[in-house]
């Protein structure tokens, strides 16, 4: 299975930019789909966005124009560029790996340990 660890969250003032990098090791990276995840203080997990071997993508509307997920497969990274940050996009962000066509969240595929981006002024 594979391994996912995360960085590049901090701290960023509203409109600000950050990229999320998410590295993976331990399995064959084509062949997972992934998303970044967040989950804010007192509230669920929701997906924000996912990428399919394919490089199809989707992504939460809250973050649409403002966020664009790649993945690098020679590099073996997932990365999430962050633009036109908001307050409400302050949460922990977590990287999730999964064999399906795409992400299914959960209790499925793999997860990393989580980075925190806080937006505030």
């Known amino acids: 299975q594979v391994q996912l660890v995360e960085s590049g969250g901090g701290l960023v003032q509203p409109g600000g930019s950050l990229r999320l990098s998410c590295a993976a090791s331990?399995?064959?990276?084509?062949?997972?789909?992934f998303a970044w995840y967040r989950q804010a203080p007192g509230k669920q997990r929701e997906l924000v966005a996912a990428?399919?071997?394919?490089?199809?993508?989707k992504y939460a509307e809250s973050v649409k124009g403002r966020f664009t997920i790649d993945r690098d497969n020679s590099k073996e990274t997932v990365s999430l560029q962050m633009n036109s940050l908001k307050p409400e996009d302050t949460a922990v962000y977590y990287c999730?790996?999964?064999?399906?066509?795409?992400?299914?969240?959960?209790?499925?595929?793999?997860w990393g340990q989580g980075t925190q981006v806080t937006v505030s002024s």
């Open positions: 999730n790996a999964d064999m399906s066509y795409f992400p299914r969240g959960g209790d499925f595929g793999s």
């Open positions: 990428i399919t071997s394919g490089r199809t993508t």
């Open positions: 331990g399995d064959t990276f084509i062949a997972y789909s």
